[in-house]
């Protein structure tokens, strides 16, 4: 299943769901398509359409026998975000207890 | 790693977050707080001219040897019974509003966040992602007045009951002095009072009052920087 593109357009992909994705794949490897939707929460319909999003930034690759593989750019994608969030949540002053 | 410590800071943002919802609250139920004292005091008013006018109808006046007892000029009844009525009616008043107070307090929702950080970086993630930063902000900036006006109120309440114990322990003990003499300086040794016992607590209320200001300032930062980074322009 492929999204036209008006559907591509109008699809913003929810940042929960894209590092749920990735941090299974990271942690049990390649994954079937279908586990990998039950493991995420999300409907196979809806895992589609992040499925190919992702692989087209470069996140996943579909191999031939239909795992899906993390790529080094979406570990890396993933890293930084959790950086961007460590960081920046770092700077905020927030009272001190007492 | 990296997943515990974005776990350890989106942990302390969010109980910090609590803690300001808790502030909001409780300038809300310092209103209430504030409106059972003003009952109590106008039933204690109301008790107090219904006991004058008895006193008049029967040919008694509100008085001591002519001079009427007096808490910042207005005439305190002489019957004894009807002066402890008047101390339970705002003794009663007080404990119903401190209980209003922190039942309010207490049913504040918070960490409902927990679950979902339980989940890792994708929970931080959601959490960050479902905020409403606007709404937030808004809390936030509510909780700076609240913080600053539940202050206000802690010390008008110190000063009024230090006032009431004050003119109760002057009506015992300088029972034979001039009401008018003795009681006028009740306010000022009240104030003095109350401002001694509460300066380590106002100064650390207005140390909060600075740290919530810094923290809407922060905060608005986040909000921005976080819609505007690249991860959600895609």
């Known amino acids: ?98 | 790693m990296s997943d515990q410590d974005v776990v350890a800071k989106v942990g302390d943002l969010m109980r910090t977050l609590d803690d300001v919802k808790r502030y909001k609250e409780l300038a809300y139920a310092m209103v209430d707080f504030g409106a059972i004292m003003v009952v109590a005091v106008i039933a204690v008013i109301g008790v107090t001219m219904f006991q004058s006018s008895v006193y008049i109808v029967s040919g008694f006046p509100t008085s001591n040897n002519g001079g009427a007892y007096l808490l910042f000029g207005t005439p305190f009844p002489s019957n004894i019974l009807v002066f402890f009525g008047e101390l339970i009616i705002l003794f009663l008043g007080l404990i119903l509003g401190v209980y209003r107070v922190d039942k309010r307090v207490r049913l504040t929702k918070v960490g409902e966040w927990k679950e979902t950080l339980e989940e890792g970086a994708p929970g931080a993630i959601k959490i960050l992602s479902n905020m409403e930063w606007d709404s937030l902000l808004g809390t936030v900036s509510v909780a700076r007045v609240a913080y600053l006006f539940y202050s206000i109120i802690k010390v008008i309440g110190y000063f009024l009951l230090v006032s009431v114990i004050l003119t109760f322990v002057s009506v015992f003990t300088l029972f034979s002095v001039p009401a008018t003499l003795g009681y006028s300086s009740i306010p000022f040794i009240s104030l003095i009072i109350v401002l001694l016992f509460t300066k380590n607590s106002l100064t650390e209320g207005f140390r909060k009052l600075r740290s919530l200001d810094s923290l809407f300032w922060d905060l608005r930062w986040f909000a921005s920087e976080f819609k505007r980074a690249d991860f959600n322009q895609t």
Not at chain 1, 25 to 45: F, V
């Open chain 1, 1 to 98: 299943m492929r999204l036209n593109s008006r559907e591509q357009i109008s699809t913003r992909p929810d940042l929960y769901v894209l590092a749920r994705i990735i941090k299974i794949l990271s942690e049990k490897g390649q994954t079937n398509r279908t586990a990998l939707a039950t493991a995420a929460g999300i409907s196979y319909d809806r895992f589609v359409l992040y499925l190919d999003w992702m692989t087209t930034k470069g996140f996943v690759i579909l191999a031939e026998d239909g795992d899906v593989h993390l790529t080094s750019a979406g570990g890396q994608a993933y890293e930084q975000l959790v950086q961007w969030i460590i960081q920046h949540v770092g700077q905020l002053r927030l009272p001190r207890k007492g």
